[in-house]
């Protein structure tokens, strides 16, 4: 834990100016350019800076201010999704993390989701005590998202119903299947309930369990979706898949081609 300390006047000013040009996060890069330094100078600075106790590094070539009202630098984040945008775009909030930001459920998610087109090594690191669970998702997977502002910064989080069928795709995403179920009846019972774009964006996921979890809650849980029933019913491509990965099932639905534990067969 680093003790704040203090500045020469060249190196307020210049801190200054760099804070008030960046937003959220800091880079190397753009201290260079700000200051019109060296990038090998800028990252002295920064680093200089950092073990005063001004600014705390993230990542290599990252930092994040420190808030004048702190003792020291051991700080956690001011906004997690600022660092995710900063750290991992293109990318976008979303599974249980974008459900709490829509109100489609109550409980309390201490880890960030987020799903980028990178290929981090680590998918669960942890920042300044900050838990966060990466997924890879293809380019012509990046639909379905709305604009949110953090501040001065513009973010993607998925919309509600991109929410909904990431987590039907992968229900580790909603905290396993029996929360992301929570999180659709609450969907479905919200004004943000699109069927029509379920459907749609479903056809473009390109992952025939989609249809097959989908068809199979509907019916069990919203039997008056009819046509949406339907469409999930002419969409199943062959084989079985299992209502949730991470469940052992050992009853197979053949009119969803779903395989799902034997206790939810007689649930209503």
Sequence with gaps: MEPVSGLGKTDRK???????????????????????????????????????????????GIYVPIPLESRSADVPLEDPWIIAERL?????????????????????FRTIVVMTTRKPRDRSPVIKGTSFMLRTVPE????????VWRG?????????????????????????????VDMFNKYLGSENKKMDLLIEYANRFENG???????????????????????????????????????????LVTRWRLWIPKNWAKER
């Design 14 to 60: 210049r801190l200054s100016e760099v804070l008030r040009r960046t937003k959220g996060t800091i880079s190397v890069q753009e201290t260079a350019g700000i200051l019109d330094v060296s990038a090998s100078d800028g990252a002295k600075m920064l680093a200089r800076w950092a073990t005063k106790g001004w600014l705390s590094r993230i990542r290599r």
């Design 152 to 180: 001065q910064i513009k973010i993607s989080v998925s919309d509600p119903t991109r929410t909904i069928l990431d987590m039907l795709s992968n229900p580790q995403l909603g905290g396993g299947i029996r929360s992301t």
């Design 209 to 251: 369990a989609v249809f097959k979890r989908l068809g199979f809650l509907l019916e069990k849980f919203a039997q008056s979706e009819e046509n949406t029933i339907y469409l999930c019913q002419t969409r199943l491509t062959k084989g079985n898949a299992k209502l949730d990965p991470k469940l052992s099932a050992d009853k």
């Design 140 to 147: 012509k997977a990046m639909f379905g998202f709305k604009s």
């Design 88 to 108: 991992y775009s293109p990318c976008y909030i979303g599974g249980w993390s974008a459900a709490e930001y829509w109100d489609l459920t109550e409980q309390i």
